[in-house]
């Protein structure tokens, strides 16, 4: 088998290329003439198969890579990757609860796949507020989500890993087998190779697995005081989960500010804290939601529309300690100019997610590669939405400046500029990714030597192999 995937590896840049020339750099060794071993090729398409647009289809059409062919494995027997290559894990789409309550979730789940199966099971665990995210995809970079204050991060909960390198060698990591990459797998881990399944804690459900969830609009006037109401929680009960969103209606074209606000409690606990913010609303709507409906269901289905596929989406991120309130409105009122001078631009919008963060800063700083625990107090999120691009360069200019603005010290609070590196926009320094530690970059870089010494695994926020290379 590894003599199979090391030339499916090779041939990877013959195969699978972006959307400029097509010029095949490797021998095809196939035999075939497609370039592909024999044994794998029925699982490989091109554009001439209807399957084609939907296994290529990226949430961003922002700046992303083009692909000529998608390549589904059916099992891990047929797994490998390459520099270039679009792999779909379609197939490995389930999620198993195990003797020990544990969950076993194959790198095809989404969120909402699993907290089906995790749901049935009364269990828990920490995932994203959107259903469509991969929920491999989000806990390599850290896994932020609503019960992260009771379960830390999606990493956080990781208990075993197996996972394929660089040169088709299958393995397992776990804290006690090839610990060093187990560290690295959680913050860092799309650099060191492809995983297959990943094997999480999973946690009793919290009030039966019901949560309050209150759904709040105000009028611009408000903002200041939503702002103020937010800060005065923090830091946030660690069963409160605050989103404050700022949009505009698509019609009037209207800035609209919106609070979603989920507590995993009863509704009387939950009420205390929208008590706080519905005496000064225009509108409040409550309900109670299950735990595995929260992605689809919460602030009325918003999270859906968020995960539409093919729109152009330039995302700029940043953390705050707090909320700059002064900043914060004068970036409304700048988002309002820019959405009346650029109606095209009427589905972006920002917010920023406050979530407890009690279980990620009780593990030590060490504890994964993830590097910002106790720098999460809120997450500010830059949605530059659009699909003409005429106005491409005027909402990015507007969500660049005011990503610049929040990563002042002044600004954000924290003495250096903190980003989670999956609400990231790709031009920041790896050290803001990453950590700025010295002890960070020689262990993330002496992993990388090690698992991925050809660079097959930098397609995303790219470790580099060697420590004169950290920016
Ligand atoms: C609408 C939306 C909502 C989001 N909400 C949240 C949220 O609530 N919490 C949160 O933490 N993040 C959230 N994110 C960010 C999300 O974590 C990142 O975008 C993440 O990279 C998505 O992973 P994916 O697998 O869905 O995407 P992909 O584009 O498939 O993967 C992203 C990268 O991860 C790597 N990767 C994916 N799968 C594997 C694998 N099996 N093995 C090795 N490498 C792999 C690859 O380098 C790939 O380029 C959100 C993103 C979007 C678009």
């Known amino acids: 088998m590894v003599g199979r995937l090391r030339s499916l590896l090779t041939l990877s840049a013959i195969i699978v290329t972006a959307s400029s020339a097509a010029t095949p750099i490797c021998r095809d060794v196939s035999g075939n003439g497609t370039g592909w071993p024999s044994d794998v090729v029925g699982s490989v398409v091109d554009s001439s198969d209807p399957k084609f647009s939907t296994q290529s289809a990226r949430w961003s059409s922002y700046e992303a890579p083009t692909f000529s062919q998608v390549f589904a494995p059916e099992d891990e027997e047929q797994l490998s990757i390459g520099n270039g290559v679009l792999i779909t894990m379609e197939n490995f789409n389930y999620t198993k609860i195990n003797d020990d309550l544990t969950a076993t979730v194959g790198a095809g789940s989404t969120f909402n796949d699993v907290v089906q199966v995790v749901g049935a099971a009364g269990r828990e665990m920490t995932v994203g507020s959107c259903p469509c995210v991969g929920a491999t995809g989000a806990y390599l970079g850290g896994g932020v989500g609503r019960l992260q204050g009771l379960h830390g991060l999606s990493s956080d909960g990781v208990r075993k890993i197996r996972m394929a390198l660089w040169n088709g060698t299958i393995i397992e990591t776990t804290d006690s087998v090839n610990p060093d990459l187990f560290w690295g797998m959680r913050g860092a881990g799309q650099n060191f190779g492809f995983v297959i399944e990943t094997t999480f804690a999973t946690y009793p459900q919290t009030n039966g697995g019901n949560n309050y969830e209150s759904q709040l609009t105000f009028n611009i006037s408000s903002l200041g005081t939503v702002v103020d109401t937010v800060n005065s929680l923090l830091p946030l009960d660690p069963k409160l989960a605050i989103v404050t969103i700022v949009g505009a209606d698509a019609t009037t074209l209207e800035t609209l500010v919106l609070v979603n606000l989920v507590y995993a409690g009863t509704t009387e606990e939950g009420r205390g804290y929208s008590n706080l913010f519905s005496n000064y609303s225009i ?32 995302q700029y991120g940043v953390s705050m300690k707090t909320i700059d309130k002064n900043s914060f409105i004068a970036m409304a009122q700048e988002y309002t100019d820019l959405i009346q001078a650029n109606p095209l631009l009427n589905a972006s919008a920002f917010l920023v997610e406050t979530f407890g963060v009690q279980a990620i800063d009780d593990l030590g700083d060490d504890y994964s590669a993830f590097p910002h625990r106790g720098r999460i107090n809120n997450f500010l999120e830059i949605n530059v939405s659009f699909d003409d691009d005429s106005v491409a360069d005027a909402g990015d200019a507007w969500g660049k400046r005011w990503r610049d603005n929040f990563s002042e010290p002044d600004v954000s609070g924290y003495n250096s500029t903190v980003v989670y590196q999956n609400y990231g926009h790709g031009d920041e320094m790896l050290s803001t990714l990453y950590g700025a530690d010295a002890w960070r970059h020689e262990r993330l870089t002496a992993l990388k030597q090690s698992y991925d010494p050809q660079g097959v695994f930098n397609a995303y926020h790219a470790v580099p192999r060697s420590i004169e290379r950290w920016s």
């Open 283 to 314: 509108s409040n709507i409550e309900t109670t939601l299950t735990y595995a409906e929260l992605p689809t269901k919460s602030a009325g289905g918003f999270n859906n529309i968020k995960c539409i596929k093919g729109h152009r989406q330039d």
